[in-house]
């Protein structure tokens, strides 16, 4: 339940970040309000996560990873970002972090 809850938060904080970007220094009202229902939602799924009894660097380490790549991901396809070979590197070392913090044993309790 932990994970669920840990994914549910991590889908909030990639929609609100994407609706930061959209919002456009917040000039756009809706795009606003979905930025601020994003990350509350986030942050309280996070904090149910942790209650959960999942470990609190393994559950950043998850949050971070995956956000990373996925507002990465977006920013390429949707945004007309820019990806280079440097950001590609950087984004597989952090997922290969996540893995290596999950086998190390920071799964939920």
């Given at each position: 339940m932990a994970w669920l809850m840990l994914a549910g938060a991590i889908v909030s904080e990639i929609l609100?970040?994407?609706?930061?970007?959209l919002s456009?220094?917040?000039?756009?009202?809706?795009?606003?309000?979905l930025v601020v229902a994003g990350y509350g939602t986030a942050f309280?799924?996070?904090?149910?996560?942790?209650?959960?009894?999942m470990?609190?660097?393994t559950a950043y380490a998850v949050w971070s990873g995956v956000g990373t790549a996925a507002i990465a991901?977006?920013?390429?396809?949707?945004?007309g970002e820019s990806l280079s070979l440097a950001k590609v590197a950087g984004i597989v070392?952090?997922?290969a972090g996540v893995v290596?913090?999950?086998?190390?044993?920071?799964?939920?309790h």
């Open positions: 609100a970040t994407t609706a930061l970007k456009d220094g917040f000039s756009h009202k809706g795009w606003s309000l309280f799924l996070l904090a149910r996560a942790l209650k959960l009894q470990e609190m660097g991901a977006i920013g390429v396809l949707f945004l070392l952090i997922v290596v913090l999950n086998l190390a044993g920071g799964g939920a």
